[in-house]
């Protein structure tokens, strides 16, 4: 009888719950989670450390752990000369924010895996992002540089605490780059003169921003929308929805189950790099169903409906959360669960739909993919399939809906991508936010329902006794709260509100921001931190400015702040949100592409956190919320009273003296809390709405 096959003992990020730092778990690497523990020793042996950031979803992030991290020797090599700190960037973003300022200061750009070595006082002195395990890629081995570098701390410890001491100067410059400037007052043609920027950087022919790689960039297309709200310029409209058509019928948005992936590697849409990120698809429903109220698409409601029926299916806790991302690969591939080959398109398919099939998506043999497979797009539109096909276009497009279903349940049984299934509180935030906006415009309850089931759930597991948590997985809370998550949240309760008018959420908006300024903003700075300002693990503070992938926490909050100030008539809100956006003006119209968010949050602001409130029982103001909810008007906010009942403290003073007009449901519209004669007709509503735009 033969002997069993060794187990291979398992580090200590076995015992954590991040699924990110769990995939290391059997690695031969002597990993540490960042912890006291981990400091501590390299304090002790006077040993660098060696910090790798990522995240599950991360598909280079894979590579280099099966490359190098599950290698015997180079696994030697990191324990003889490092202390190794492992770090999921969804969980700490204040480190990640740091520390990819080193390769960025080295010219590199930033990404992940990040890997960056430290001294045992956290001081960088030399980063990366991906390392290979040969030379390639006009990169040096990862194991050279390992065993350059302990040379180098060995034999040249002056060199390198200057190397450090320079990194720390450039990261404390990067850290507060763009606070230097004077804070001055903003004015409407700010808004313009941003969207008009970043009109000059569209792919008229393709859509979007630029050129390959291709990210949505959906706060930044919602800047041109408001930039053509002020203007009535339609090609900044055009330019909006040639992209949100062309990411629609592209790669990049999931063709049979819905959803987007994170971005295309080409300027096509084609095929993109397959992670699905909560935080892509909640601001992208926003965006479609901002561009449903401007410019109606059979097109958007589509997307929009496939978008939230994938995050229901695929994205939602049984407690009412919404999970994380969902990963690049399945079965050690990218892509494998997304594409199709001719071959498995036959094994599900009639041969009548395979073929209809092969044209709608562009299924070649050849494939656009590795491997001849293909990422499926739309290819052609169906009155060109029925001309092809000799057929009705009613016909084509049930065949297609029949080919489709059949697909999606043989793609069920394939093997799925790993799903990150930790819950953050600022991501849930800005997934309520467009579910709640979304319910809204479509007229959708139970999408109301899904946002109101995760606020449900961050509010009375993740915010306890003041304090938020930034995660929650298995039932547990962890991490303290970063700006992001209150800002985020504060943001989606009252866009939440807005949906149901249920004065509880504002009321917990209204904590939420209270505890924010207390907690991060830096009155010298007149700037908010990222971080708590009593943080201990962060040598450099950082602070929350740019808006990338997803939005700066400064910016939700500014936003969220100005919303409240338009419902409770709280005018330090508004004051709150001033202080900072006059603060920021300098470097918002200098670099309007990283402050798309913070914009949209200026633009409510100049028009003076304007606000509707509908009176009346709720049948009555049916019709005139119809006309708030159809029209396009993102920076009022919509609030409602029912005469019959007594108003919640938080709204009783901004609500006194609005009431139905002559046993009519009655809108008050109301600027700089001042409101205007009320209004019973639903069409002058609309009209009066549509007007709402402060003087460029």
């Known amino acids: 009888m033969g002997s069993p096959t060794p187990q291979r003992l398992q580090n200590r990020l076995a015992r954590e719950a991040s699924p990110y730092l769990r995939q290391h778990a059997d690695n031969p690497v002597d990993w540490y989670p960042w912890s ?28 280099m752990a099966h490359e190098s991290f599950e290698d015997a020797e180079t696994a030697r090599l990191m324990n003889e000369y490092f202390i190794n700190i492992k770090v999921d960037r969804e969980e700490r973003p204040d480190l990640d924010q740091l520390y990819q300022g080193v390769v960025q200061l080295m010219g590199r750009g930033g990404g992940w895996p990040l890997t960056v070595f430290l001294t045992p006082d956290l001081r960088p002195f030399f980063g990366g992002t991906y390392f290979p395990p040969a030379d390639k890629f006009g990169m040096p081995a990862f194991s050279k540089i390992l065993r350059a570098l302990n040379t180098a701390w060995l034999q040249q410890r002056s060199e390198i605490a200057e190397q450090a001491k320079q990194f720390e100067t450039g990261l404390s410059h990067l850290s507060t780059a763009g606070l230097d400037g004077v804070a001055s007052e903003m004015r409407p043609s700010d808004v313009v003169s941003a969207a008009e920027q970043l009109e000059g950087l569209i792919d008229w022919t393709r859509g979007g921003f630029g050129h390959a790689p291709k990210f949505p960039n959906p706060m930044n297309l919602s800047l041109l ?65 901002e561009a449903q109220q401007l410019a109606p698409n059979a097109l958007w409601s589509k997307v929009v409906e496939e978008t939230v029926e994938y995050v229901r299916r695929e994205m939602t806790d049984p407690e009412g959360g919404f999970y994380a991302t969902q990963d690049a690969d399945s079965e050690g591939q990218e892509g494998k669960f997304f594409v199709w080959t001719r071959q498995q398109l ?61 697909m999606f349940e043989a793609r069920e049984r394939r093997i799925k991508p790993g799903r990150d299934e930790k819950i953050l509180a600022g991501w849930n935030g800005l997934m309520i936010r467009g579910l709640a906006f979304a319910s809204r415009v479509f007229r959708r309850p139970e999408w109301f329902s899904l946002a109101k089931n995760a606020a449900d759930l961050v509010l009375a597991r993740m915010w306890q006794d003041g304090r938020l948590f930034r995660a929650r997985q298995g039932g547990a809370n962890r991490i303290g709260a970063f700006l992001e998550d209150y800002g985020d949240l504060t943001a989606g309760l009252v866009a939440l509100y807005q949906a149901g008018f249920d004065a509880r959420y504002l009321e917990a908006a209204e904590d939420l921001v209270s ?36 939005p700066s926490g400064a910016s939700t909050l500014t936003e ?22 006059r603060k920021m003006r300098e470097e918002m119209l200098r670099n309007p592409f990283g402050y798309g968010h913070l914009l949209l949050a200026a633009d409510a602001w100049m028009d ?43 709204l009783a003073e901004a609500l006194q003296g609005r009431d139905p007009v002559g046993g009519k449901a009655a809108a008050y519209l109301c600027r700089n809390f001042t409101c205007q004669p009320p209004i019973t007709d639903p069409a002058m509503l609309r009209k009066a709405l549509s007007e709402i735009r402060s003087a460029a």
């Open 36 to 63: 006291p523990e981990a400091l501590e020793r390299a304090r002790a042996e006077n040993k660098p450390i060696l910090l790798s950031i990522g995240y599950s979803a991360c598909h280079w992030c894979h590579v």
């Open 225 to 289: 929308l408001r930039g053509y709200r002020r203007t009535g310029n339609g090609s900044l409209l055009s330019a909006v929805t040639l992209a949100l058509e062309s990411m629609a019928k592209g790669g990049i948005y999931d063709q049979l189950g819905g959803g987007f992936h994170r971005y295309s590697v080409d300027e096509r849409w084609l095929v993109p790099h397959f992670e699905k990120m909560l935080y892509d698809n909640a601001q992208l429903l926003h965006l479609y169903a």
């Open 346 to 406: 036959g094994e599900a398919l009639p041969p009548r739909l395979a073929e209809l099939a092969e044209a709608r998506f562009g299924i070649t043999q050849a494939g656009n993919f590795e491997h001849g497979a293909t990422v499926l797009q739309i290819s052609e539109e169906v009155p060109d399939l029925a001309r092809r096909f000799r057929s009705s276009e009613e016909r084509v497009a049930a065949d297609l809906a029949a080919a489709r279903r059949l």
């Open 515 to 550: 505890r924010a300024v207390e907690l991060f903003w830096d009155e010298e700075r007149q700037a908010y931190r990222a971080a708590p300002k009593d943080s201990t693990d962060l040598f450099v503070p950082t602070y929350a400015l740019h808006d990338n992938a997803f």
């Open 560 to 581: 969220a702040q100005v919303v409240l100030a338009a419902l409770t008539g709280r005018r330090g809100h508004f004051e709150q949100a001033g202080k900072y956006l």
């Open 608 to 650: 003076g956190a304007a606000e509707v409130t509908l009176v009346g029982g709720k049948s009555q103001v049916e019709p005139l919320l119809e006309a708030v909810n159809s029209t396009f008007a993102p920076t009022t906010a919509v609030s409602a009273r029912d005469p019959s009942e007594a108003a919640t403290p938080i």
